[in-house]
């Protein structure tokens, strides 16, 4: 057990008595043989969430955005996403390992990036130049403070992939933090994206899980390629179960998180020695300290008080909150920030 209050991340988070009671409960079957009732049900249930056909449970979110990658493009074709993104910046250089493809990147704002910037970015048909064929998008986006994109703004970017023949995926690893927020119906997301990622061991607390979601021959041959990454498995119902949980009852509250995402804002944007804390949308709190206060040291102060965040740079802290924090512990944090004398 953890003694620390953990706002590394969203992932820390542990299933709790009613999910592990989900779990035990399971049918589970070999997925390898596609006859895990548990997995098939949680891949159909995330699929008509989202106004899809079909979708396939991987263990990461690593390993879905690679396969979606890996379908969408041939070696010599070029990838479009935000310089911060998650599929460029944490996922080993997987986009050239995996699918011998190259990126064109984009200085987004606050990791979102706008349909004239994709516009711009899309090759002409020359042999010089690697053909454009993915635009990938991450929502929320973690590296910009949890920003988030409306669905009209990703429908403007859709019908510039639309008119240009380019697929376009979404990196949807905290998208129900996004769709929280926004008030929009993921039913319409399905209309957008050619594939989707989801994380379900996020912010909706499964302990492993990402679904990938699109049209039904895609995610067949997807299967293929899960299986070439050693993502085949066998009674994985068990973590399939969780998955299920997760999407059933732990999105809504979500909201919790973000309400205490602001209050934790709040008080970092009164404390003198924080110079810029980015607006927080959902449940992601990047801020910067001033000049004089590093982050290790700030960390090591926090540690001294039991909690934990992550380093975003010399200057810079991630706080992310989730399900298994408490108001007490909120409350212990928000006295930490107004009692550091530096
Ligand atoms: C966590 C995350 C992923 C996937 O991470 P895994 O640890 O491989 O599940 C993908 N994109 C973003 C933006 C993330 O935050």
Redesign the pocket.
Known sequence: MNPFIDLRSD?VTKPTPAMLEAMFQAQVGDDVYSEDPTVNELQAYGASLFGMEAGLFCP???MT?QIAIKMHTQPLSEVVCDRTS?IYLYEVGGIAFNSAASVQLIDGQRGKISPNQVAACINPDNIHFPETSLVSL?NTC?KGGGAYYTLSEIAEISEVCLQNKIALHL?G??VFNALVASGDDAKEYGRYFDTISV?L??GLGAPVG?LLLGPKPLIEKAKRVRKVLGGGWRQAGFLAAAGLYALQNNIQRLQVDHDRAALIEKALNEAPYVSAVMPVETNIVIFTLAPEVNADGYLEYLAERGIQGTSFGPQMIRFVTHLDLTDDMISAILQAISDYKG
């Open positions: 992932t990461s979110g690593t955005n998650h991450e973690n990196d690893a905290r994380c061991s996020k990402s």
